[in-house]
């Protein structure tokens, strides 16, 4: 477990540097918002984009790992919805604690430290995990919000997440990757070396700015925070595992690489949607921040527990 902590330390010791530098004021939320900005639509993305279009779509769809996968976070998603709901909480907000609850941060976070760690075969097991987070549950919130405010589903409802989708620069990426790939082809050695090259800053810099983001985060709301990083760092991994080592057992590795990927802290996409929606944005910024904090621990002693 040392081993595999000291790994994990240097991501973590990017993200402390970003927190450092965001709570020093030297790198300011304007700078952040724009480093973010960088990683997001250009960076991630062309990683991503890389990594689809040197991949089969079948390494990716497996169905039964994603069946598997998919039943343990809605799992962990309805009891999030249960428990907000038995403290008379409405449906947008306890839609916005069960996202918290079981979605995390794949994007910035696993795909380029789970790669690293677990070997270039990670990436599709990761890329799956991030394909139905985004996809099921990040249409699923904007549904259940939506939905709740104006008393009905509606065509508009439907509209919105769908642009959604369209609008992601992640889904865009790996649909583009993956339709290069399918025409089986090798991407031309310039594209694939320019792709290389700005796909080598994701890491570094989307670890900074999750930790300068995190210097504006609030630690307000702590009993709840607690609980949402609990069901998070704890009991999403734990269900993930359970169906995928026990219930619907699939192949070993990819087992193990989807129940790291569970292991994540709290997605700050979720404080995005929080605040964009104006629900509970300062509970879902204290999450973030205590699951950050507590993951280099968790995630530690998760991927210690992996077999192989």
Not at 191 to 208: E, K, V
């Amino acid at each position: 477990m040392l081993a595999i902590f000291l790994e994990t330390l240097p991501f973590f010791a990017l993200i402390g540097l970003g927190y450092g530098a965001g709570r020093t004021r030297f790198f300011g939320p304007e700078a952040t918002a724009h480093l973010t900005k960088f990683v997001f639509y250009f960076a991630l993305s062309a990683m991503l984009f890389r990594f689809a279009a040197n991949l089969s779509l079948a390494e990716v769809l497996n169905w039964h790992l994603v069946g598997a996968y998919l039943w343990a976070t809605a799992l962990v998603y309805a009891l999030a919805m249960l428990v907000a709901f038995l403290r008379g909480l409405d449906t947008p907000t306890a839609a916005v604690e069960a996202q918290c609850a079981a979605i995390g941060n794949t994007g910035f976070l696993g795909v380029p430290m789970l790669t690293l760690l677990l070997g270039p075969a990670a990436i599709g097991p990761v890329m799956m995990a991030l394909a139905v987070d985004l996809i099921v549950f990040s249409s699923l919130i904007v549904i259940l919000i939506t939905g709740a405010r104006d008393g009905r589903m509606s065509l508009r409802v439907l509209g919105t997440v769908g642009m959604g989708l369209l609008r992601n620069p992640m889904i865009v990426a790996i649909s583009l990757g993956f339709a290069w790939s399918a025409l089986g082809h090798p991407l031309p050695e310039p594209a694939d070396a320019f792709l290389a090259l700005l796909g080598a800053a994701a890491t570094p810099g989307a670890l900074f700015a999750i930790g300068a983001s995190l210097a504006t985060k609030s630690a307000e709301r702590v009993s709840v925070a607690a609980w949402l990083s609990f069901a998070k760092l704890v009991l999403h991994p734990a269900a993930v595992a359970l169906a995928v080592f026990v219930l619907f057992p699939v192949e070993p590795y990819q087992a193990g690489v989807v129940t790291a990927a569970a292991a994540l802290p709290v997605a700050g996409n979720v404080y995005m949607l929080a605040q964009h929606y104006g629900v509970a944005p300062q509970r879902v910024s204290a999450a973030i921040l205590f699951s950050t904090a507590a993951s280099i621990l968790t995630v530690t002693f998760v991927i210690a527990q992996l077999p192989g």
